[in-house]
């Protein structure tokens, strides 16, 4: 049995943060920065919040935001 709540919201998303520049498919100029679960793992991705171009796609850091307490020890 798991001792963390059930989420409230019907819908789960994430922060997006503008970018500036053009879609080089569709020329449309909304671009966001986002972090997705797609097959591999988390990715940084930029795409185009029009036709979903994807504009950049880096690995992200394999843990998303948790940094292990060995890796701060100095």
Known sequence: ???FPRPQETHL???RQPV???CPACGAQPLASYRVLGEGGLWDVVKCQECLHSVSRERAPRLGSLTPLGLTIE
């Open 13 to 15: 998303s994430v922060e």
């Open 20 to 22: 500036e520049g053009a």
């Open 1 to 3: 049995m798991h001792t």
